[in-house]
């Protein structure tokens, strides 16, 4: 007899490539030993979302109203939760979850709850991410419910490696994840190191693109990967060890 599970409903599109990182960690994170021990998925993916950096800073489109029309479709088409592959979309999930009925996993959320499973003494936590997530502070009101401090690059770091790796013409978002991208990155990541920063959060979905196995001396947080785990478990109604198959610097998909 099948188990009965939950179907995931993603909000996709924001970007595409994070997108398809996202539904490869919900397979390789399953426990399935077959085909049909795979959790039922639905994948509305939205490109045309207005950017969410732009519209927080710089008065651009609202995204919410593409966000509510995604979680509709998902929602219709028979989905029991949404997630969504994109941190800075995050700054409008108390909004959107108001407009539909079915829940929100909550990625920040779930981030922060499997950094405070490490056990870790060091409560600063470093984070990179899109200057919108920064300045929204979703990441800092969060982590700091849980005891925990983000730390963030200077502003200098934060628009010429940071955003530039993102958003630059030969950047993640034009379908570049090597060359300038994973040059910028590692030195936003160097600086964090040199503050005695050794838990780094890689808060935009384009991030883990990038990064490799044993790429730098510190401990990577994936949310992407946390997101994905934390879909499978609430899907598949299991409670038990929620992050037990979660290591970044030891598996890839």
């Known amino acids: 007899m099948i188990k009965p599970m939950k179907t995931i409903g993603i909000i996709g599109g924001v970007g595409p490539e994070a997108t398809l990182d996202l539904y490869r960690w919900i397979i390789k994170l399953t426990p399935a030993k077959k085909d049909q021990d795979h959790v039922p998925t639905l994948i509305y993916s939205l ?4 950017d969410r950096t732009r519209a927080l800073l710089y008065g651009g489109k609202d995204p919410l109203p593409y966000l509510v029309k995604a979680a509709k479709v998902l929602e219709k088409g028979g989905a029991d939760f949404c997630i969504i592959p994109c941190n800075t979309a995050h700054a409008f ?7 539909v009925r079915i829940p929100i996993i909550n990625m920040i959320e779930e981030t922060a709850k499997y950094v405070i499973s490490l056990g870790q003494e060091e409560k600063r936590v470093g984070l990179l991410a899109t200057t919108g997530t920064i300045k929204t502070k979703i990441y800092h009101d969060t982590f700091s419910r849980y005891g925990l401090e983000i730390i963030v690059p200077p502003m ?3 628009e010429r490696n940071v955003m530039e ?3 630059g013409s030969r950047g993640i ?5 090597r060359g300038i991208p994973e040059v910028l990155l590692r030195l936003a990541v160097e600086h964090l190191t040199k503050k005695g920063i050794r838990t780094i959060i890689m808060g935009c979905t ?3 693109l990038v990064f490799q196995e044993g ?4 401990l990577l947080v994936n949310p992407t990967q946390i997101l994905a785990q934390s879909a499978v478990t609430f899907a598949l109604g299991d409670s038990q060890q929620v992050y037990n ?4 610097r030891k598996e890839q998909p």
């Open 165 to 167: 790796a993102i958003y």
């Open 93 to 99: 999930i108390d909004q959107l979850q108001k407009k």
């Open 173 to 177: 978002k034009a379908g570049f994840t």
């Open 156 to 158: 200098s770091v934060q």
């Open 47 to 50: 490109p045309q979302i207005p």
């Open 245 to 248: 198959r979660l290591s970044y």
């Open 215 to 218: 790429d730098v001396r510190c």
């Open 206 to 208: 384009e991030i883990p």
